[in-house]
């Protein structure tokens, strides 16, 4: 099969729900992808925030092949070596969360703090903020705020209301003693990346505790030393209620998990499951993906290398950026126009980069990628946002 007869195939029999790039990728490495002729491409969207550690990890490699002869299924009612040790791992990464829910993506993990919440508290309402992206299926869906995600699947599950990001006001307005939850993204991904501040994360904390409410922190994009801490709320001082993260969880595994905190009561055998959470694949996957982020220090890399990727980008003369900002490697470039035909441009110069919107560059490199290759990815931006395109 050649290359336009793969993208023809996939056009032709695919749902139809994702824009098809005509470029076809078999191989990645680190921070690279590669097409079937070897063209190497600096990958800055991680498949979304998936790739943390790079792709194609020896080590993920390694337990993968040794946890797939050795148990791939068993299901959580019968306990397991790899997601005991899971268990113990990823609960030590928050102080005050030590319990945890398996799943298989964001969105489940969503679900599943959404139900949690409404089963604890015995109340309905949840509050979510405008610009917010928690996924696509129905509880999900409807914390998510942006109509285009929206539109044509009312209706949506009720007692959903969305307030100002970054507003405490509006914040302290909404919560009631009806609110089971207040759900945010410290750093808002999809929504054009805003990064939270402190004194709002702080006061969202207090708000849920004075009005008996939970707080739910969405992680999945923002977790894995993304944003330079493990997760994005340790910038904040703050232990969330209920935190979600998948993503980068299982080093590229599908995974999610929803960590647990001790007001979230209720739990009760039957209440909520998964068929494939908590398998023995993933867990081996996230136990030695949680080992490399340790071992390789990734949240420290990302931290200095989003520093030094952020100044440089500052440092670019073009009248077309309004505004850099971001955490650690979970940076936007808004600019003046439409984003889309300079992603296009930074394709055909071997640099796959993501939206955030409409006017939002995203850049979400895997990271290890190197000092060399954010030098570039910052000369081939300088040269390509200074060009005027229609
Ligand atoms: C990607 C994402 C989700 C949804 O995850 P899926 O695995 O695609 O269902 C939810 N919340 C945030 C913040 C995300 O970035």
Do not use: W
């Not at 993260?245 to 009760?268: D, E, F, R, W, Y």
């Not at 952020?310 to 940076?331: A, D, H, T, W």
């Not at 936007?332 to 055909?348: D, F, H, M, R, T």
């Amino acid at each position: 099969m050649n290359d336009n007869e793969i993208f023809a195939i996939e056009n032709k029999h695919s749902s139809g729900t994702y824009t098809k790039q005509p470029l076809v990728i078999v191989r990645g490495q680190g921070a690279s992808l590669f097409t079937a002729d070897g063209t190497e491409y600096l990958d800055c969207s991680s498949g979304h925030g998936v790739a943390n550690l790079g792709h194609a990890h020896p080590k993920i490699a390694e337990a993968l092949y040794k946890q797939a002869s050795t148990l791939v299924t068993l299901f959580e009612t019968f306990p397991n070596d790899q997601r005991a040790m899971l268990m113990e791992k990823i609960t030590s990464l928050v102080d005050g969360l030590d319990r945890v829910f398996f799943c298989n993506s964001g969105t489940e993990a969503v679900e599943a703090a959404l139900k949690f919440a409404r089963l604890s508290t015995g109340r309905k309402n949840v509050i979510a903020a405008k610009r917010a992206f928690h996924g696509r299926t129905y509880g999900s869906l409807s914390a998510t705020f942006n109509k285009k995600y929206r539109e044509g699947f009312e209706p949506l599950v009720p007692g959903f209301s969305h307030v100002a990001y970054n507003n405490i006001e509006a914040l302290d307005k909404a919560v009631t003693d009806e609110t089971a939850a207040v759900i945010l993204e410290v750093v808002q991904g999809e929504g054009g990346v805003y990064p939270a501040n402190k004194e709002y994360i702080q006061e969202a904390r207090r708000i849920c505790d004075e009005r008996g409410a939970l707080f739910i922190v969405d992680e999945i994009q923002t977790g894995f030393g993304r944003t330079g801490k493990m997760f994005a709320i340790q910038h904040f001082g703050v232990t969330p209620d209920l935190l979600t993260c998948a993503k980068s969880l299982a080093g590229g595994v599908p995974m999610g998990a929803v960590l647990i905190g001790k007001k979230v009561q209720n739990l009760t055998p039957g209440v909520h499951g998964s068929t494939f959470g908590g398998n023995p694949l993933s867990c081996a996957a996230a136990n030695t993906a949680l080992t490399i982020m340790e071992d390789e220090d990734l949240p420290g890399q990302a931290e200095a290398k989003g520093n030094y990727l952020i100044e440089k980008l500052k440092k670019i003369e073009s009248s077309n950026i309004r505004e850099v900002r971001g955490l650690g490697l979970m940076i936007g470039i808004e600019i003046k126009q439409k984003v889309s035909p300079y992603i296009k441009i930074l394709q055909e110069k071997k640099i796959i980069v993501l939206n955030a919107g409409m006017t939002v560059i995203r850049l979400l490199p895997p990271l290890v990628i190197s000092y060399e290759q954010i030098d570039h990815l910052v000369d081939v931006l300088a040269e390509v946002l200074n060009m005027v395109v229609e």
